[in-house]
């Protein structure tokens, strides 16, 4: 099981995404912070990013924060 920080930057001019340690993040979406629209646009570039199914990222922290906790699940963790 591993966990990705991420700090997010909603309403920003374009998308981008900067690695700055294992596991830790800071994306700059376009969306803004309302109705979840943001967090589903940082799941999407974070998962193209990291080259895995959107289906397998999971908001577990910060849903109306900047700062967030995504959960990468595996397969052994698809019971839950």
Known sequence: MSF???KV???SKKNNIKEI???QFEL???EKAERGIANQATII???EHLQI???KLRLI???HQKNKIFQI???INLKT
């Open 73 to 75: 699940i595996d397969k």
């Open 4 to 6: 990705i920080k991420v």
């Open 28 to 30: 700059w979406i376009k």
């Open 45 to 47: 570039l974070l998962a």
């Open 9 to 11: 930057h909603p309403k």
């Open 61 to 63: 922290k910060g849903a």
């Open 53 to 55: 199914p959107v289906k």
């Open 21 to 23: 340690r294992d596991n």
